[in-house]
């Protein structure tokens, strides 16, 4: 049986609340399992920023608990360049500026690099780790005793 007119025209404004109040993110409440994807001029996927909780701190901060920042070459073949880890860290995406108080592990292919209170600058794909530094290099010292 068909809702009469009146009724009908009641119920839209609720639904049309119910609707936009479901898509609205609170700064109060954390993100569960966070994705913020960056792309290059290009189209090319350039960094994945990724935690198990977010949180939005201030209009260009974010929170992230349990950071894996997956650093891309920025080109066509998509390939892993960098992997950072940290149980927190703060994001501004606006600066590509990653930072955290804590610990950090840089993984990539030519080494490998822990410490605590580290900052990350995207555009110069720098990472400064400015304590308990450990580096671990990969390659290769040929005739390094000659």
Not at 72 to 91: C, E, H, N, W, Y
Not at 135 to 146: C, G, H, P, W
Request: charged share 25%; proline share 5%; net charge neutral.
């Amino acid at each position: 049986m068909p809702l009469p007119k009146k009724s009908l025209l009641l119920l839209l404004p609720v639904m049309a609340l119910a609707a936009t109040s479901t898509t609205q993110v609170s700064a109060d409440r954390p993100i569960i399992n966070f994705r913020l994807p960056t792309f290059t001029a290009d189209g090319f996927r350039s960094w994945l920023v990724r935690g198990s909780e977010a949180r939005i701190s201030g209009k260009n901060q974010i929170d992230i608990v349990e950071l894996t920042l997956t650093i891309f070459t920025g080109t066509a073949d998509d390939k892993i360049d960098t992997m950072i880890l940290s149980p927190a860290a703060r994001v501004q995406p606006e600066e590509s500026l990653v930072t955290g108080p804590g610990t950090i592990r840089v993984i990539n292919d030519e080494f490998e690099a822990s410490g605590s209170d580290w900052r990350y600058t995207h555009k110069e794909k720098r990472v400064s780790i400015n304590q308990n530094v450990h580096v671990t290099f990969r390659a290769e010292l040929k005739d390094f005793l000659k």
